[in-house]
C-alpha cells in the first residue's frame, strides 16, 4: 500500500550481519558494492545475475541461490533489498520484511517499502547521504548539497553541455575506488551512460544519478562475455543519440584493455572520443604488495605480458625462449590458468626454477593476498591456494626482495 514517508536519518551497522538483495540485475549491482563495503554478509536470490555479480559469486564475496524468492527467505535478516523488474514480486519480498520487522528498500516503489537509500555525495573520506522520501526531489536535494559543499572548497563538477554525443575511455586502475583518478571522476559523475567492466570500481557506480544508464559489459575470465563488437556498437549508439558515454575499464583502457578497438569504433562513426589513462594493476599491484617492478642493480627491464593463452598456442603472439634469456621483471596479467604452463615454458627455455616469484590476488581490495615462492613451484602455489582471477604473477628477483611496507 502506497503511503507518503519521511524518513528518518540513521545510519546502520551492517558488519558481519545478513542482507538479502532479491534480484540480480544492475539495480543489485549497484548496492552490493556498497553493502560489502559496510561488512554486510549479502545473501543474492534470482535465477540469474549480471556477470559483475557472477565474480562477486565466484570470488566468495557473496551467496547466492539461482532461483525465485520464496516465502521464508528473509529470515533472520537485518536488511533487505528488493530489486527485481516484477513489482508483484517486490510487494511480496517487502510484506515479508514487514512481518519480520526487517528494514526494506524496494527499488521499483520508493513509498512502498520501509526504506529509502540516500542520495549520496562523497568528497574524500566524508559521506554525506540526502533523503527526501521521493526520488526526483532526492536528486535535487544532493545536487544543492554538492553546490554548498563547492561553496565550503570541495571541487563538485556540474555537467558540460559540450561532452554531449561523446565518448570517454577512462581507465579505472587497479579496482579499489579511490585509485580511480580525479579526471575520471570527474568525467564519470557527468555521465549519461557507463559501459563498466567487472574488474572497474563498482561503489561510484553507487553514487551516480538514478537515471545514469549502466552497461555491465563484465568479462568474466573464460566466461560468458560482452562480445567487443557489441560494446563497441553500444558506445556508438548511446553517443549518437546525444548522450554523454563513460567506457569504464579497471587498470588502463590501453593495456590489454581494447581500449584503442573502442577509440577506432568511435572515429570511424565520427563520434568525438577521448581516453583518460588509468593506474595500471601490472605496477601498482605489485607495489601494493611491496613488490618493486624495478630496483637499482637488480634489473633494468620489465615485461607485461598477457598470458590469456598459453606458450604453444597458435594465437600466441609472445616469444616465451627469448622472454626466458632475459635477467628482467615479467609481470603476468590475465594468466592464472595458464601460470603453470608459462612457468614450464621459462624454466624449459633456461630461466633458473629458483628464482623469485610472487602472485598476487585482489589487488588494491579488501581481500588482497600475496604468495611468494619461486618459479619452481609457481604452479603449486597457485594450487595449494586455490588462486582465482584477478590475480597478477610477478616473476624476477625483485619478487625476493623483503616487504619493506607497512601492511593493515
Not at 394 to 405: F, H, Q, Y
Amino acid at each position: 500500500m502506497m503511503r507518503p514517508v519521511n524518513p528518518y536519518p540513521v545510519g546502520l551497522d551492517l558488519e558481519g550481519r545478513r542482507v538479502v538483495v532479491i534480484g540480480g540485475g544492475s539495480v543489485a549491482q549497484r548496492r552490493i558494492p556498497v553493502l560489502l563495503d559496510s561488512g554486510a554478509v549479502v545473501h543474492l536470490i534470482s535465477p540469474g545475475i549480471t556477470p559483475t555479480l557472477q565474480g562477486l559469486v565466484d570470488t566468495g564475496r557473496i551467496r547466492w541461490d539461482a532461483r525465485e524468492y520464496r516465502t521464508g527467505d528473509l529470515e533472520g535478516a537485518w536488511y533487505v533489498v528488493a530489486a527485481t523488474k516484477d513489482s508483484l514480486v517486490n510487494a511480496r519480498v517487502a510484506a515479508e520484511a514487514e512481518q519480520h520487522r526487517t528494514f526494506c528498500v524496494r527499488s521499483d516503489a520508493v513509498t512502498s517499502g520501509s526504506a529509502v537509500t540516500p542520495a549520496v555525495v562523497r568528497r574524500d573520506e566524508m559521506l554525506v547521504a540526502v533523503l527526501t522520501g521521493d526520488r526526483a526531489r532526492t536528486v535535487e536535494a544532493r545536487d544543492v548539497v554538492a553546490r554548498a559543499l563547492a561553496d565550503a572548497g570541495a571541487e563538485v563538477p556540474g555537467y558540460d553541455e559540450t561532452l554531449r554525443g561523446s565518448v570517454a575511455l577512462v581507465g579505472g586502475g587497479p579496482g579499489a575506488d579511490d585509485l580511480l583518478t580525479i579526471r575520471g571522476r570527474r568525467l564519470l559523475s557527468k555521465a549519461d551512460v557507463v559501459v563498466a567492466d567487472r574488474l572497474a570500481p563498482q561503489r561510484p557506480l553507487s553514487e551516480l544519478r538514478p537515471d545514469v544508464e549502466i552497461v555491465d559489459a563484465a568479462k568474466i575470465p573464460y566466461g560468458r562475455a560482452m562480445a567487443q563488437e557489441a560494446i563497441n556498437e553500444v558506445l556508438v549508439d548511446r553517443a549518437r543519440q546525444g548522450k554523454f558515454v563513460v567506457r569504464l575499464k579497471g587498470g588502463d583502457s590501453f593495456l590489454y584493455g581494447r581500449g584503442y578497438e573502442e577509440a577506432i569504433a568511435c572515429a570511424e562513426a565520427g563520434i568525438p572520443c577521448t581516453v583518460v589513462p588509468g593506474v595500471t594493476s601490472a605496477f601498482s599491484v605489485p607495489a601494493l604488495a611491496g613488490i618493486p617492478v624495478t630496483h637499482r642493480g637488480m634489473n633494468h627491464e620489465v615485461t607485461v605480458v598477457s598470458g590469456h593463452v598459453p606458450p604453444g598456442h597458435p594465437d600466441s603472439l609472445v616469444n616465451w625462449d627469448a622472454l626466458a634469456r632475459l635477467r628482467g621483471t615479467i609481470v603476468v596479467l590475465m594468466g592464472v590458468r595458464n601460470t603453470p604452463a608459462i612457468a614450464a615454458a621459462l624454466v624449459a627455455a633456461g630461466r633458473a626454477g629458483e628464482t623469485p616469484a610472487a602472485v598476487i590476488v585482489d589487488g588494491s581490495l579488501d581481500g588482497q593476498a600475496s604468495h611468494r615462492c619461486t618459479l619452481a613451484t609457481l604452479a603449486g602455489t597457485l594450487e595449494e591456494h586455490d588462486v582465482r582471477p584477478p590475480a597478477i604473477v610477478v616473476i624476477g628477483e625483485v619478487a625476493g626482495l623483503p616487504d619493506a611496507l607497512t601492511h593493515d
